[in-house]
């Protein structure tokens, strides 16, 4: 993850990074170092279907290296 990478996302929003693992992923902490305002779901996906909190799915965004 870089500035050049990341140009076009908003760092006016709030994005929330998941994972499965207790620790703070890459994603994560790369976003954070980068200036974005990150949150990390606790308990990742798994958690989040476990509590029967909605899902909803749309088209995959295009991975920029």
Known sequence: MTEESTRDLDRN???VCYCESIYPNAASQGAYRLG?????LSGGSTTWLAHGYPT?????VPWKS
């Open 13 to 15: 929003l709030v994005y």
């Open 36 to 40: 974005f305002t990150v949150k990390r």
């Open 56 to 60: 909803e799915a749309g088209q995959p």
